[in-house]
């Protein structure tokens, strides 16, 4: 009896003692300054609280800038989320626009009060209690219309990610993809015809199309439209130069035909008879040479 309660003991104990090791070790993990964002893992947008009246940022009692959870997306049911390194597209439909929501947007699209938000630069750990945690700066500019009685959204956002991913190679293929962010912004165009008009308790569906980049610039892109952008290559530069040869081989070729190959016949048939040519203006007939 006392021997399995001693046994009982110490498997009790090593339990206890693996436990604390391993709670150890993820609060070491949690105050490492390098650590990084795996390939998915998720992180969360937080964006300033602002007032109705003026959309003014609220600051805390200690003079803290305070931040709120991005609207809840009722596609699951949270707030609005990215994954690390992924790119596809985010959609994230808000159900119903209550009154302080909509008037915000209001101030976002007239740009009384910009969208800025924030998320974690690196993961956010819940055991990591004492140290601050790190945050870029993710600026979301909307665009659209005010009108009277409602608005009118693009609802299709651009975002740019610049991490400063590391990527293995795993049989021919990449992995391991992890990294930490550097920059964030969301920009979406001019609204359209078909861009949603939105008013009170209306639903707004946002879709965010994500980007990632590991470089501190943008590629150059391979499109076609964005390739004459750059100054290589318009249609209308190449049109333009097949023009300009087809013009100018017409004028070189009326030129020689019409005065530069009479001129040499004429001299030639000069030469074959031994006479000189007459002087220009001229209307003697040509003499025998000396």
Avoid at 188 to 203: E, N
Wanted: proline residues 7%; contains cysteine; aromatic residues 8%.
């Amino acid at each position: 009896m006392l021997a399995s309660r001693l046994a009982l003991l110490s498997a009790s104990l090593a339990l206890a003692a693996h436990v604390s090791s391993d709670h150890d070790e993820k609060v070491l993990q949690a105050n490492t300054p390098d650590r990084s964002y795996h390939l998915g893992e998720r992180f969360p947008v937080e964006c300033l609280n602002r007032t109705l009246e003026s959309g003014e940022h609220i600051m805390d009692a200690s003079g803290e800038l305070v931040y709120v959870p991005f609207a809840t997306c009722e596609e699951t049911g949270k707030p609005l989320q990215f994954e690390f390194g992924s790119e596809k597209d985010i959609n994230c439909t808000i159900a119903s626009l209550s009154d302080p929501m909509y008037h915000l947007f209001e101030f976002y699209i007239h740009n009384d009060a910009p969208l800025s938000c924030r998320v974690p630069s690196i993961p956010v750990s819940p055991y990591d209690t004492s140290s601050p945690h790190e945050y870029t700066t993710f600026q979301i500019a909307l665009t659209g219309t005010l009108q009277l009685s409602h608005l009118h959204i693009n609802p299709q956002l651009n975002v740019i990610m610049h991490t400063t991913s590391t990527t293995g190679k795993e049989k021919g293929k990449a992995s391991n993809l992890e990294g930490q962010i550097l920059a964030a912004t969301a920009y979406s165009l001019p609204p359209t015809k078909s861009s949603p008009r939105v008013i009170i308790g209306d639903a707004l569906p946002l879709r965010f199309t994500v980007r990632w980049y590991s470089a501190r610039t943008l590629p150059p892109s391979t499109s076609k439209l964005s390739s004459g952008l750059g100054g290589h290559v318009h249609l209308s530069t190449v049109v333009y130069c097949i023009l300009s040869f087809g013009g100018g081989v017409a004028v070189s070729l009326a030129y020689f035909r019409g005065i530069e190959l009479p001129r040499r016949m004429r001299r030639y048939g000069f030469e074959k008879l031994g006479v000189s040519e007459p002087s220009r203006g001229g209307y003697a007939f040509p003499g025998k040479r000396d």
